[in-house]
Antibody, heavy 119, light 112 residues
Framework: QVQLVQSGAEVKKPGSSVQVSCKAS????????ISWVRQAPGQGLEWVGR????????NYAQKFQGRVTITADRSASTAYMDLSSLRSEDTALYYC????????????WGQGTLVTVSS | DIVLTQTPLSSPVTLGQPASISCRSS???????????LSWLQQRPGQPPRLLIY???NRFSGVPDRFSGSGAGTDFTLKISRVEAEDVGIYYC?????????FGQGTKLEIK
């Protein structure tokens, strides 16, 4: 089973940018898509976007269009999520997750990365 | 856009008793390929979500058989036949039939 390990917690100023990484082990990276999901404190799950590394295809939720960029480095088996123009409402746990097309859902999740936006 | 509505939002259950969570979609979740991409995830306190059920009723690897999923079209249900202490957490339904993938608002399962 694929295991996903994310980068550590970040504290950022409003208006700045953050990058969160997600390194995969097990399985063949790139043959599946990686989604990013966030969870604000005490709130539910919100889908941010995904990448299919082998195809270079990226999809974003409309809410984040223009502020989020998802990329992948196949040689490093790592996906990245960049979020810019940060505001306090972006304070959340950001998860990466592996998508299984056959099951039509996410079957492995990273441990989460806490991004705190505060002046 | 699709809206997923879970009920109840909170479910106090006695250990050993059954529990049931409903997920209702504002639109049919039947995909053009004939599959219904409705899954259930469990999030224990302080943990990332964990897949329990996919395509309505298929248990993921390692998931105890006390968990079951059912439903069709727009109405879906997750049932726990006998609640155990480790089942405490928040349960989410998720649809991936239409873009973008969407989660229900979550149902908090707690022990009475």
């Amino acid at each position: 089973q694929v295991q996903l390990v994310q980068s550590g917690a970040e504290v950022k100023k409003p208006g700045s940018s953050v990058q969160v990484s997600c390194k995969a082990s097990g399985g063949t990276f790139g043959t599946y898509s990686i989604s990013w999901v966030r969870q604000a404190p005490g709130q539910g799950l919100e889908w941010v976007g995904r990448i299919i590394p082998t195809l270079g295809v990226v999809n974003y939720a409309q809410k984040f269009q223009g502020r989020v960029t998802i990329t992948a480095d196949r040689s490093a088996s790592t996906a990245y999520m960049d979020l810019s123009s940060l505001r306090s409402e972006d304070t959340a746990l950001y998860y990466c997750a592996r998508d299984d097309n056959a099951m039509g859902t996410t079957d492995s999740w990273g441990q989460g990365t806490l991004v705190t936006v505060s002046s | 856009d699709i809206v997923l509505t879970q009920t109840p939002l909170s479910s106090p259950v006695t250990l050993g008793q059954p529990a049931s969570i409903s997920c209702r979609s504002s639109q049919s979740l039947v995909h053009g390929d004939g599959n219904t991409y409705l899954s259930w995830l469990q999030q224990r306190p302080g943990q990332p979500p964990r897949l329990l059920i996919y395509k309505i009723s298929n248990r993921f690897s390692g998931v105890p058989d006390r968990f079951s999923g059912s439903g069709a079209g727009t109405d879906f249900t997750l049932k726990i036949s006998r609640v155990e202490a480790e089942d405490v957490g928040i349960y989410y339904c998720m649809q991936a039939t239409q873009f973008p993938p969407l989660f229900g608002q979550g149902t908090k399962l707690e022990i009475k």
